[in-house]
């Protein structure tokens, strides 16, 4: 960053942000491992132990609303991130519109690229996973419900909110 003194007092998201204006030299390294640390550091915090369960407060509205159920939701994320072909994410992003949809993302790529603010999202790298699971992505996304902090999720949906 010597070399970019005006991006010293940028955060990591801000630059992701606005990835087309980080200089072409850098832009591969800051959309690679300043995704990839936005990604895993609300990754740990939308986890815990004893998590799980069904979503509740706002959250829970929210998915009923647009997604008609907890069960249908469930359903749509754990498809799209066995979708993901090879290495990469599948979240739930509030849209540039205000709507809640369910996408996914290459890499360490961050839906803050594309202009969407990450509620929370699942790594569907392999080394997430591999351990226990194998190649059986589907039963990890079936699993990782099992420790969902929906007390974080809750704040990062208020969050979201607020954004314009």
Do not use: C
């Given at each position: ?9 940028k955060t ?8 087309d204006n ?7 390294t800051v ?134």
């Open positions: 960053m010597d070399k970019y003194p005006e991006l010293k007092n990591v998201e801000q630059l992701l942000q606005n990835l980080v200089p072409a030299d850098i832009r591969t959309r690679n491992n300043g995704g990839g640390h936005v990604n895993h550091s609300m990754f740990w915090k939308i986890m815990k132990p004893n998590g799980g369960g069904e979503p509740t407060r706002e959250i829970a509205t929210a998915i009923n609303d647009n997604f008609g159920s907890f069960a249908d939701f469930k359903k749509q994320f754990n498809e799209a991130g066995g979708g993901r072909f090879g290495s990469g994410w599948v979240w739930l992003v509030r849209n540039k519109n205000g709507k809640l949809e369910i996408t996914t993302t290459a890499n360490q790529d961050s839906p803050l690229m594309e202009g969407k603010y990450p509620i929370f999202g699942n790594d569907v790298w392999e080394h997430a996973y591999y351990l226990k699971y194998q190649n059986r992505r589907p039963e990890y996304l079936d699993a990782w419900w099992n420790v969902v902090n929906w007390d974080e999720i809750n704040q990062r949906f208020a969050d979201a909110s607020k954004i314009e």
